[in-house]
């Protein structure tokens, strides 16, 4: 790790304040990001974290889901209201990683970051979810730009996630051995067929997947 | 010998040693710190082989906090020699293995991506990465020959100019005319071709060291996590830095596992000893997890081909092998050993194949070092005989069982000479097959089988039975083999005053339990309390000496050691408690804890005895001594010969490829049990990493030498949910040839367990007429097999 200045800001306009200007980045859950500096492939003069500004909570909002960015994978995982609203969501949530990933890892960290083998962009894209930043509300395919790379820009954060509630949906992953991220991941919605679990499609799905350029695609 | 007692032999004390481990105080060597201390940090090369043109220090030597900077140049100056290969290996010629120097910063050349370069050595370890950064280093890159297909292709780049072909040794064993005329009379011949993947060891607690100079005595100091300190006081000292063993102390503390991976001398411990006495200030490393994937020696990687020639009754006439083993950039330690002497002496394994010949080249490449690794030798013959034996009952259209029954040798066929060198002293696989057979039920398999087909699944059973050879032994053999260090192990026992006792062991526990499994052995044999018995390891200014712990040694070797410096406690206790009840010794009897005139009430306790000897006032003064302090140096007659059964029990979901364990059941014939949950607990660890290597692990190279599994996000390490409970069972079957008939239980897990694993895949693919499935059996792999595709090999 090399030195950095840390801030922890109550208020969002201080946390987009100190992003700006300098070679600032966020720090949520740190799970992807704390392993980049330790491995120092990153040198950001300031490191803003984004813990004391109460960006968690779900809550509905019509027919909507609102996920806040700083809320875990396990609160998602362990949510009575995505558990009704969402099961597939939750049941996502539920299967990243391990479980110190789950407890530190947040939604807003994955969906920045963009790892093309994440499990929730797949999510926000299959389900038509907006994010929602601290500039504008961006739909899914405006919001991711490739591997790693997304539409955010340096001072900007993610705030919230809507997702619109569908009729059905799932989601399969074939999990990497080593990291459990997905090997390969599909995500469906308003499919009728798809549990119980052994489904012919899921072999179908995956094979598709498996040939596909790496970022998140409807089929 | 006697019933159970409390502590004693066959109890299961739980471990002395987890209370300090499980509660956080435990004292590894990075916990350490010593007064005035510097850190070092290692500049590793980035490229798999290159000439070093220039490296430019003067900008990182001004940096903040920057004491010293390194490279193999202030090494060569001051007479600094190479880390020493342990084991020297001829080839068929009769000319010594290619050894070549093996600097402990580089020297001209770098040859894999984690060669040392250059030490720098701060205040702090954050100012000793940055000034590395800053290191000026000018590499011209050669060719890299990442795999052993690579290294011995025609025209391959050389890692090193003085071996042809990247060839370190081309030896053989057995009789060569002899197998090509059994294999004439063959009615048919079963042949497999194979890979042992390569293996990254991974102990939780990565490598650290600790040099210090005391500039008053000119004694140097190391802690290092090592499995064998003296082993590594004897090849630094003498081989490296060039000082004498009583000017050089090896403390190898607390060691959060090993399994093999630190036998080694590595370079890292010379380079901060002789740092420490460059700069007069301790000099402290730890190891990374990263720099642990690329600079621990690797385990496995072999390409094999072997023949096996049968019989019409399915017996087996002749072997044949051929095998290529990837020795790495540079001979580790016990490099050259492993693929020939702990690997090809094993080619008849459990069965009476009258004549065996054996071919091995151990081939360099620009990859980590190569060296033992739980097992070492043992499971990568196992694997391939094992896998072979399931290839012939296929080829035979034999029932896999009755193959091995029909070969098996005979419980009275003991001792038995096998046609590779080895002389096997006790074994009964009949016993550990039946058992094993039992405890897993085999016979209602069938069933399971149909159950699981009407969900879809696809249901397979495998078993191995296999023997191994722990405690390299005697060491007139072993130097005869090419080690160039004795195989005996030594142990003090002392008795104090008062009767409690310590014991110093030349052995290592990293994570084995011997200070509760030796205290248990010793309060058996003398009769005192468990509790009162300590046991010291690793250090060698506490202990006479020791070789350390690996190959299963410690039981059987360090034990034995143990049992003889006893066996001198207890005859100068009986002249001690002769002249104190006034008796002729030749009359007294020591058991449980007391000296008694024979044939009479009349004794004295253990405690009172000592204290005689430490209070000698009514004494036998001329006749022996006081105190009570023993030492015995213990040279085993021969290697001790585990052996066992392994049965595995997998599903297989076709729509995936993915590989459950449904169960795992092991029977194990160790001879002495001394402590039956330890056993137990060896057990599990050692099938776990077999399974780890069957079925998730592989190292992986780039055609350039850079390492692709270089982290545990991409190489994959068994976790618990990975593995179903294991079902564990011994049979004691003794050996005849130490005083504990003790076998060793360190590595059979790891050794039974692959070819058990791969042998159930293998049967639960039947259908898609496959025979063989290299390690790791991924789910890749099999959806590919499933879907007719060819299975990539994900090792070149
Ligand atoms: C062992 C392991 C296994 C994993 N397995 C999976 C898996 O199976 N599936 C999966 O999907 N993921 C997996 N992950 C990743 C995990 O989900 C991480 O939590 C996620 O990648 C990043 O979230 P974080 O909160 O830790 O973000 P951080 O690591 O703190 O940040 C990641 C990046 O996002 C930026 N960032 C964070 N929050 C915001 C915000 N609100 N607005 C703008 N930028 C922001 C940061 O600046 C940084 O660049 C795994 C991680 C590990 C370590």
Redesign the pocket.
């Known amino acids: 790790m090399y030195d950095f200045e840390y801030h922890k800001p109550t208020a969002l306009a201080d946390a987009t304040k100190a992003l700006g200007g300098t070679d600032a ?12 500096l330790k491995q120092r492939l990153a040198q950001p003069s300031a490191v803003v974290d ?1 813990s004391g500004l109460g ?1 968690t909570g779900i809550s509905l909002e019509g027919n909507s889901l609102v996920i806040k ?2 809320t ?2 396990r609160e998602v995982a362990t949510s009575p209201v995505v558990a009704k609203a969402i099961p597939a969501l939750a049941h996502l949530a539920g ?4 479980r ?3 407890y ?10 963009n ?1 093309p ?5 797949s999510a926000v894209l299959a389900l038509g979810a907006t994010i929602k ?1 601290t500039k504008r509300s961006l739909k899914a395919d405006e919001f991711f730009q490739g591997m790693f790379t997304t539409a ?1 820009e340096p001072d ?4 919230e996630i809507s997702f619109p509630i569908p009729a059905k949906a799932a989601y399969e ?1 074939f ?2 051995p080593a ?4 090997t390969v991941g599909g995500r469906r919605r308003h499919v009728q067929t798809l549990h119980p679990p052994r489904h012919p499609q899921r072999h179908q799905l995956i094979a598709r997947l498996a040939g596909q350029p790496p970022q998140p695609l409807i089929l | 010998m006697n019933d159970i007692i409390k502590g004693g032999i066959g109890d299961s004390p739980k471990r002395t040693e987890d209370h300090r481990f499980l509660s956080g105080n435990g004292r590894y060597t990075d916990d350490l710190n010593r007064p005035n201390q510097t850190h070092a940090y290692f500049k590793r090369s980035d490229v798999a082989h290159g000439v070093i043109k220039s490296i430019d220090t003067k900008a990182a030597a001004a940096m903040d906090g920057v004491i010293a900077i390194f490279t193999g140049a202030d090494l060569a100056a001051d007479n600094i020699g190479g880390v020493p290969c342990g084991w020297q290996v001829h080839s068929k010629d009769g000319s010594p293995m290619v050894e070549p120097p093996h600097p402990v910063l580089a020297q001209g050349k770098v040859r894999y991506v984690g060669d040392a370069i250059a030490m720098v050595i701060a205040e702090t370890k954050q100012q000793a990465k940055d000034a590395a950064e800053a290191l000026v280093i000018d590499i011209e890159t050669l060719p890299a020959v990442s795999t052993l297909r690579a290294a011995i292709a025609p025209g391959a780049s050389l890692v090193h100019d003085d071996a042809k072909g990247n060839v370190c040794y081309d030896w053989h064993l057995g009789d060569k005319e002899a197998v090509d005329a059994a294999f004439k009379q063959a009615f048919k011949v079963a042949t497999i071709d194979l890979t042992n993947n390569r293996l990254i060891p991974n102990p939780m607690e990565p490598r650290a060291a600790i040099g210090e100079y005391d500039i008053s005595s000119g004694e140097y100091t190391l802690h290092t996590t090592s499995q064998n300190p003296h082993v590594i006081r004897l090849l630094m000292g003498a081989f490296v830095l060039h000082v004498p063993e009583h000017k050089l102390r090896v403390v190898a503390p607390d060691v959060g596992g090993g399994f093999g991976a630190k036998i080694f001398h590595y370079i890292e411990e010379a380079a901060v000893t002789w740092a420490a006495s460059k700069i007069h200030r301790p000099v402290k490393w730890t190891c990374e997890r990263g720099e642990a994937f690329i600079t621990d020696a690797h385990g496995r990687d072999h390409v094999s081909h072997a023949e096996l020639a049968l019989a019409q009754d399915g017996k087996f006439l002749a072997l044949r092998v051929n095998t290529y083993a990837n020795m790495g950039a540079y001979l580790s330690t016990f490099a050259p050993s492993v693929p020939t002497y702990l690997s090809a002496t094993l080619l008849a394994g459990v069965y009476t194949t009258p004549v065996i010949y054996s071919e091995v080249k151990a081939i360099f490449t620009n990859t980590v070092p190569v060296d033992a690794y739980r097992g070492a030798g043992r499971p990568e013959t196992t694997f391939l005989l094992e896998r072979l034996v399931d290839i012939a009952a296929h080829t035979m259209g034999m029932d896999r069982v009755a193959i091995r029954r029909r070969n098996f040798i005979p419980i009275d066929a003991y001792p038995y000479q096998t046609p590779v060198a080895l002389m096997y002293d006790s074994g009964n696989h009949e016993a550990t097959l039946a058992r094993c057979m039992e405890l897993a039920d085999w016979s209602g398999f069938e069933a399971r089988r149909a159950k699981a087909k009407a969900r879809g699944k696809l249901r397979g059973i495998g078993m191995s039975t296999y023997l191994e050879a722990c405690g390299i032994a005697p060491s007139a053999v072993a130097g005869a083999l090419g080690a160039r260090a004795g195989l005996y192990e030594v142990a003090n026992v002392r008795v104090h005053p008062t009767g409690s006792i310590t014991v110093f062991t030349g052995t290592h526990s990293h994570g084995q339990g011997h200070e509760t499994t030796f205290a248990q052995l010793v309060a058996d044999q003398l009769g005192v309390p468990f509790e009162s018995v300590e046991v010291v390891h690793g250090d060698t200014a506490k202990i006479p000496f020791g070789m350390g712990t690996y190959g299963s040694r410690s039981l059987s070797v360090g034990g034995s050691a143990m049992v003889k410096a006893m066996d001198k406690i207890i005859a100068k206790g009986k002249k001690i408690a002769a002249h104190l009840m006034e008796a002729s010794a030749d009359d007294i009897e020591f058991k449980d804890g007391k000296f008694t005139v024979a044939g009479t009430d009349k004794s004295k306790a253990f405690g009172e005895i000592a204290f005689s000897a430490y209070v000698p006032h009514n004494y036998p003064i001329d006749e022996v001594e006081p105190g009570l302090d023993e030492t015995a140096f213990y040279d085993p007659k021969n290697f001790t010969f585990p052996g066992g059964c392994h049965i595995c029990e997998v599903e297989i979901d076709p729509e995936t490829g993915t590989v459950h364990l449904e169960n795992f059941t092991a029977v194990d014939d160790i001879g002495r049990v001394i402590n039956p949950m330890i056993v137990h607990g060896q057990v599990h660890g050692g099938v776990a990493q077999g399974i780890g290597q069957a079925l998730l692990e592989q190292a992986v190279y780039d055609p350039e030498g850079q390492l692709l599994s270089g982290s545990l ?1 991409d190489y994959t390490m068994p976790r618990a949910d990975n593995l179903p409970s294991f079902v564990v069972g011994t049979e004691s079957t003794m050996c005849t040839h130490n005083p504990l008939g003790a076998k060793g239980v360190g590595e059979v897990g790891a050794i039974g367990s692959p070819p058990a694993v791969i042998n159930a895949v293998v049967d639960a693919l039947r259908d898609y007429g496959v025979t063989h499935i290299d390690m790791p059996a991924t789910a890749q792999k099999i959806w590919s097999i499933i879907n007719h595709a060819a299975p990539r090999m994900a090792a070149e």
């Open positions: 980045k966020a720090l949520a859950g740190g799970m992807t990001f704390i392993p980049v984004l960006l960015a700083m875990t994978h299967h990243i990683g391990d110190q990933v789950r530190r890892g947040t939604i807003g960290g994955s969906l920045a970051n790892d083998s994440a499990c929730y962009p930043t955010l900007e954060l993610i705030t992953k999990p990497n990291s459990r991220y997905a | 996000m």
